[in-house]
């Protein structure tokens, strides 16, 4: 069966460090893979994507995503964190015609 | 502003008490979907509605019975709620010819908690 795993559950930065949080699935094949953000209190909103073509990805908010296929991987980095990037974020895998398998989520908090 | 409106935002009940989570999406989208979040789990889909008139059950159905009322409306109805049930609930929507360009667009969730 697909899997996500996000093996980082809780990362602390300070503001202005980078960032990369980590996230692996398990799939028969190469999937559509996806960051969404959850700001407290919020719903999901939608990082970036990856369907094909360049493996680096670039989304909304300053933040990018590699894809490794020899690692089975697609993390997502950012090179300066603000306070306001403070979430839970959570890396989520599909196949055309099924349904989003979501990671367990990591949490960011931001040093000032 | 276009999105997913969810109701109620938080909600206590007691064990056995039954409840209705509303949502409603003015996108004309045709599939939705009602997610429960848990600490360490992510997010597991619950039901899902691929278009109007059909529902289908997702990965922990059990507890949970769903209605699709139109295109817009799709509700989660907890018929004797138990504490193991006490989470957020998300619900969502999504139209197959962008779903996979957008994802898919949550509501802003309703806090659960059963005593």
């Known amino acids: 069966a697909q899997s996500v795993t996000q093996p980082d559950i809780h990362i602390t930065v300070s503001e202005g460090a980078s960032l990369e949080l980590r996230c692996n699935y398990s799939?028969?094949?190469?999937?559509?893979l996806f960051w969404y953000v959850q700001s407290p209190g919020q719903g999901l909103q939608l990082l970036l994507k990856?369907?094909?073509?360049?493996?680096l990805v670039q989304g909304i908010k300053g933040f990018e995503a590699e894809f490794k296929r020899s690692q089975s991987s697609f993390n997502l980095r950012k090179p300066s964190v603000h306070w306001s990037d403070a979430a839970e974020y959570f890396c989520?895998?599909?196949?055309?015609?099924?349904?989003?398998?979501f990671g367990p989520g990591t949490r960011l908090s931001v040093l000032p | 502003n276009a999105g997913v409106t969810q109701t109620p935002k938080f909600q206590v009940l007691k064990t056995g008490q039954s409840m209705t989570l509303q949502c409603a999406q003015d996108?004309?989208?045709?599939?939705m979907y009602w997610y429960r979040q848990d600490p360490g789990m992510g997010l597991r889909l619950i039901y899902y509605?691929?278009?109007?008139?059909?529902?289908d059950k997702g990965e922990v159905p059990n507890g949970y019975n769903v209605s699709r009322l139109n295109k817009r409306e799709f509700s989660l109805r907890l018929e004797s709620a138990a504490p193991s049930q006490t989470s957020v609930y998300f619900c969502?929507?999504?139209?197959?010819?962008?779903?996979?360009?957008?994802?898919?667009?949550f509501g802003s969730g309703t806090r659960l908690t059963v005593v």
């Open positions: 969502a929507s999504s139209e197959a010819a962008t779903e996979v360009a957008y994802g898919y667009t």
């Open positions: 799939y028969g094949a190469t999937p559509y």
């Open positions: 990856y369907f094909s073509g360049d493996t």
């Open positions: 989520a895998v599909r196949n055309y015609g099924q349904n989003f398998v």
């Open positions: 996108m004309n989208h045709n599939s």
């Open positions: 509605s691929a278009s109007e008139g059909t529902t």
